[in-house]
């Protein structure tokens, strides 16, 4: 079954309210604008129920569907009584960087852009909306959650924290992603883990400072930076065993203000991916070790801020074995490839998966820029795609007619 011809007929749409969200981007959880939008052509639609204030500006709508008794809500166990609450996520904030597509529809908002498809995301999920509403062809009940702040990190976990599954008894939840590179409408996914943890760290150098021209009046915070930077290569290279995935990248060194002057302090910060909580116990005692030995030996004073962020996303291996075998109903078989490893990205999903079994897949956006650059734009003819797909998922899952044994 291809391309539901119904979403196919939604397909203008689709494409107009994802320009209209790429025009108009929010960063974090202050996307009032882009919930309200969504929360109007929801209510359009007829759906049930739209419930707001999650994460600050995060939505969850419920959608029923024509099997099981009318009128019957949220926290009673199996929502339509004829099958589990699906969850179904998209993410609607955007990215702090300047545009540079030369889209008519481009960002009207210097410094912020959807670099990252949340916008096509978002539009997926009202395509498939509008679509479950107007049909209706499951039994049970689906839990639309539109979700801020996907990219600073907290709008999964927070909507997690505030109970969205327990109130709306949501049993499995999945989620799309756009992936530049992958051909347009293919799917792509792994059982198990798919994404990274990603944590944050920062290391203070406090030294002392003085004229250029007199280091040796000086305790340099920029050569004990170079130095710890230096070290800090060798936990992956001779700390960590060279089979087990771990990325370590120094992303800024922040330090002094005049080429004559040795400054009092420096700043460096990175970001570390792991999948196994042993190593990211390792790396941050390594860090700790290297920031003070070295401060040490450089006679400054090197201390370490480590955050921890969103843990590894894990699919469900049989969850990812449905959702696959969905996307292979829309996409055709050699589109779909169910066994695609994993990477080291992060997803704020994983709070998701971490409460509920259910999926995290990729859908290809054909060759387009990269994730999170000033040239990314997501293909509107995936739109369709993503859509179909989540449709699919829903009337497989919550079938209004139990399977006949064999």
Not at 98 to 110: D, I, K, L, M, V
């Amino acid at each position: 079954m291809p391309v539901i011809n119904r979403i196919a007929d939604l397909a203008d749409d689709m494409t107009a309210w994802r320009r209209h969200l790429h025009q108009n981007p929010e960063l974090g959880v202050d996307c009032q604008e882009t919930a309200a939008f969504v929360a109007a052509r929801l209510r359009e639609f007829g759906v049930d129920e739209i419930h707001s204030g999650y994460a600050t500006t995060g939505l969850v709508a419920l959608i029923r569907g024509s099997g099981g008794a009318p009128g019957q809500g949220p926290g009673q166990g199996q929502g339509q009584g004829q099958g589990p609450v699906i969850g179904l996520r998209a993410d609607m904030d955007a990215l702090p960087i300047q545009e540079t597509t030369g889209a008519p529809y481009a960002s009207r908002h210097p410094g912020r852009m959807h670099a990252c498809g949340h916008d096509g995301h978002t539009a997926m999920l009202l395509g498939a909306a509008r679509y479950l509403a107007e049909t209706r062809n499951f039994a049970g009940t689906v839990a639309l959650i539109f979700q801020p702040a996907e990219e600073t990190g907290g709008g999964a976990e927070v909507m997690v924290r505030q109970g969205i599954m327990e109130q709306f008894d949501i049993a499995q939840v999945y989620a799309l992603h756009t992936a530049p590179g992958t051909p347009l409408g293919h799917f792509y996914t792994t059982p198990g883990p798919i994404m990274a943890a990603v944590d944050e760290f920062h290391i203070d150098i406090a030294g002392h400072g003085g004229h250029a021209a007199m280091p040796h009046d000086t305790r340099d915070p920029v050569v004990a930076a170079c130095a710890i930077v230096q070290a800090i290569q060798t936990i992956t290279s001779r700390n960590h065993y060279a089979l087990d995935d771990l990325v370590i990248s120094v992303t800024q060194i922040h330090a002094g203000s005049a080429f004559n002057i040795v400054p009092d302090s420096a700043m460096i910060n990175g970001t570390v991916r792991t999948f196994d909580p042993a190593v990211q116990a390792m790396v941050m005692r390594r860090l700790a070790e290297i920031a003070a030995g070295q401060g040490a030996a450089y006679g400054v004073t090197a201390t370490l801020r480590y955050q921890t962020g969103d843990p590894a996303t894990v699919n469900d291996p049989g969850r990812t074995a449905f959702a696959a075998e969905v996307a292979r109903e829309v996409a055709g078989a050699q589109a779909v490839n169910a066994e695609a490893g994993r990477e080291m990205g992060a997803e704020d999903f994983a709070h998701m998966l971490n409460a509920r079994p259910g999926a995290y897949l990729f859908v290809g956006n054909g060759d387009s820029a990269g994730l999170h650059h000033p040239a990314f734009d997501f293909d509107d003819a995936a739109a369709p795609v993503g859509a179909s797909f989540f449709a699919r998922l829903v009337e497989r899952a919550l079938p209004l007619t139990p399977a006949q044994p064999d």
